[in-house]
T-cell receptor
Framework: NAGVTQTPKFRVLKTGQSMTLLCAQD?????MYWYRQDPGMGLRLIHY???????AKGEVPDGYNVSRLKKQNFLLGLESAAPSQTSVYFC???????????FGSGTRLTVV | KQEVTQIPAALSVPEGENLVLNCSFT??????LQWFRQDPGKGLTSLLL?????REQTSGRLNASLDKSSGRSTLYIAASQPGDSATYLC????????????FGTGTRLKVLA
């Protein structure tokens, strides 16, 4: 099935460790996004990309880096994880023709 | 700054009831409005997408309307079922080329059998 795939689905990190979350889409969408979802705070945009090789900061970018080396992939990196980054991370993609979002199923990250 | 508000935050209704969920936004210069459903511990599933030139969209028992001038959208669910229990989120994207959706905090719906 076409869609957005996120890996891994679950991860526990120790404070200070690093990791990369992978988002892959097979719909040839130009735009890709990383959100985090926290109780009572809703969905907040971390970083986004409007095309291969381009990235931009969203609402809460601190502590995260991203890369979009291939059109179908959008990577989110945590260089030195902190407990405040415990959250559920969602990737989404969209096309310029409609802007409607398609979401991945999420990655539940716990930093201890 | 665009703000998106969903009221109420939570709602419980008996099975079979027709219900309306509300979404308000402060900036009427929107390009799209999209309604999503999120089940506990799951991702977001798109329900309906309304483009700025449209006034409503329908899918099965769901109907979403858009009134840009008043900054409101409603999601109408007909003949509610326990399987409709979920959190419903609306999101808007501005016409200013920002490419990014701004989300409301959602309405948590529980349909009682």
């Amino acid at each position: 099935n076409a869609g957005v795939t996120q890996t891994p689905k679950f991860r526990v990190l120790k404070t200070g460790q690093s990791m990369t979350l992978l988002c892959a889409q097979d719909m040839n969408h130009e735009y890709m996004y990383w959100y985090r979802q926290d109780p009572g705070m809703g969905l907040r945009l971390i970083h986004y990309s409007v095309g291969e090789g381009t990235t931009a900061k969203g609402e809460v970018p601190d502590g995260y880096n991203v890369s979009r080396l291939k059109k179908q992939n959008f990577l989110l990196g945590l260089e030195s994880a902190a407990p405040s980054q415990t959250s559920v991370y969602f990737c989404a993609s969209s096309s310029p023709s409609s802007y409607g979002y398609t979401f991945g199923s999420g990655t539940r990250l716990t930093v201890v | 700054k665009q703000e998106v508000t969903q009221i109420p935050a939570a709602l419980s209704v008996p099975e079979g009831e027709n219900l309306v969920l509300n979404c308000s936004f402060t900036d009427s210069a929107i390009y799209n409005l999209q309604w999503f459903r999120q089940d506990p511990g799951k991702g977001l599933t798109s329900l309906l997408l309304i483009q700025s030139s449209q006034r409503e969209q329908t899918s099965g028992r769901l109907n979403a309307s858009l009134d840009k001038s008043s900054g409101r959208s409603t999601l109408y669910i007909a003949a509610s079922q326990p399987g409709d229990s979920a959190t419903y989120l609306c999101a808007v994207i501005l016409t200013s080329g920002t490419y990014k959706y701004i989300f409301g905090t959602g309405t948590r719906l529980k349909v009682l059998a």
